[in-house]
């Protein structure tokens, strides 16, 4: 079953669902914003880049925040998805995140992106 996020009902009053390349980029989008500690049964679960908001933007703030991100995803989604590849870029007080990844099921290649910062959040 693929819940839609955030968690809702339908117009017959089930809970809501989407299809699968959905469900995923929700999952994705998760796994990004939630920080870790934040989840009490999944403590490593995240990345924390909502943490980033007080960090001062930087090219190695966001080198590092890619290792994470890709690390996090390959952690918690390997049997959804393949991580091709993960791309942060900082510009002005953003964090422009671009995940690129293989959805095991159907293989199609799908690309997501997030820009976290500057007021986006």
């Excluded at 989008?29 to 999944?42: A, C």
């Amino acid at each position: 079953m693929n819940l839609r996020y955030p968690y809702g009902f339908d117009n017959n009053g089930l809970t809501a669902q989407t299809d699968l390349a959905s469900h995923i980029r929700d999952l994705i989008e998760q796994i990004l914003l939630t920080s870790p500690g934040e989840r009490v049964n999944r403590p490593t679960l995240g990345t924390g880049t909502g943490a980033l908001v007080f960090a001062p933007n930087s090219d190695m703030l966001a080198a590092a925040q890619q290792q994470v991100i890709q690390a996090s995803l390959q952690q918690w989604l390997p049997d959804l998805i393949r991580v091709a590849s993960v791309d942060v870029s900082n510009e002005d007080a953003t964090l422009q995140i671009t995940v690129s990844y293989v959805i095991l099921q159907t293989q199609e290649q799908q690309t997501q992106q997030i820009v976290y910062g500057g007021g986006n959040e």
